[in-house]
């Protein structure tokens, strides 16, 4: 059982980037993206039911992200705009369901995002 998130980078102020986490091994009926800063808790960033069934955001990706999957690749993909400096910090997918990271099992290793001017 794998998750594997990619498609971190560097990007400047106002660009966008697209996150990936493929998963194999098994399927899963909700993945979640998490992030974490340097010196701050993992927080939740946004979810989704497998099929687009359902979303969930947190109030910081409202409106600038969006989360959706590709039954047929087995991917969920978070599509991030208008990001902020603040946006800095590590992604990490995972499969479970809310906004609680205990509640989730599997994780990904994660991927580096930067947002610099």
């Known amino acids: 059982v794998q998750l594997q998130a990619s498609g971190g980078g560097f990007v400047q102020p106002g660009g966008s980037l697209t996150l990936s986490c493929a998963a194999s091994?098994?399927?899963?009926?909700?993945i979640g993206w998490f992030r974490q800063a340097p010196g701050r808790e993992r927080e939740f960033v946004a979810g989704?039911?497998?099929?687009?069934?359902?979303?969930n955001y947190a109030d910081s990706a409202k409106g600038r992200f969006t989360i959706s999957s590709d039954n047929a690749k087995n991917t969920v993909y978070l599509q991030m705009n208008s990001l902020k400096t603040e946006d800095t910090a590590i992604y990490y997918c995972a499969a479970g369901r809310g906004q609680n990271p205990d509640a989730y099992n599997y994780w990904g290793q994660g991927t580096l995002v930067t947002v610099s001017s």
């Open positions: 989704i039911i497998w099929g687009g069934v359902r979303t």
């Open positions: 091994g098994r399927t899963f009926s909700s």
